[in-house]
Structure formats: C-alpha cells, structure tokens
C-alpha cells in the first residue's frame, strides 16, 4: 500500500519503468507516471517518440483507452504499458494484460 501526496492510500505501486527503445533515429518512451501522483486515474497509455538527435519530440500517441467505474478505486483499474519491441519494422507496445498493439514507428498510427 502507498500514500499519495494529498494522503490518500493506494493499492498499486509504481510498475518497472519500461526502457526507451532506440530504433532508426528515434527514441520511443513508455508513458511513466506514479500512482502517488493524485493527477493520475487511469495508468499509463502513452508512447512518445522523439528525434535522437535533436530530442525534438516527433510524436505522441495515446495506444489505448481505458474507461473507469468511478465506484472502483482508480488505482485498482491502472493499466501500465510493460514493453516496447520493434518487430518486422513495426513498433509493438505491450501492456500488463498482455495486449499488444502495432503502431507506424516513424508516424505513431496504427
């Protein structure tokens, strides 16, 4: 169990930070946000992909969308983004449900 800064007690701790991928000039980051963090009620869904030489961000991209039963606890619902993978030139974005999703690496669509 965890506290956030406004005192309130969750049940989910910060997952593993996911490593940024490098892959053909561009860096792609998983979304990492805490669960203490009070701003956050649905987990993380994000990648953004950045120019490794400029670190001018290129795109960002929300991969899925949870909805939320505002009578559960909002942590108990999170759901992270576990792994990033390029597989045959598509980069793969993997969450704690064992979801995947394919996305354009250079555009971000799916």
């Keep these: 169990m965890t506290t956030d800064s406004s005192g309130i007690e969750r049940e989910r701790a910060t997952p593993e930070r996911v490593a940024p991928l490098n892959y053909d000039g561009i860096r792609y980051e998983a979304e990492q946000l805490s669960p203490s963090d009070p701003n956050v009620n649905t987990g993380t869904d994000h990648v953004r992909a950045y120019d490794t030489a400029s670190g001018a961000l290129l795109w960002d991209k929300q991969v899925y969308e949870r909805s939320s039963d505002p009578d559960i606890e909002f942590d108990k619902q999170w759901t992270f983004i576990t792994a ?24 971000g669509t799916a």
Excluded: F, S
């Design 84 to 107: 990033l993978a390029i597989e045959a030139g598509k980069l793969v974005v993997t969450n704690e449900r064992g979801e995947t999703y394919t996305l354009d690496p250079k555009t």
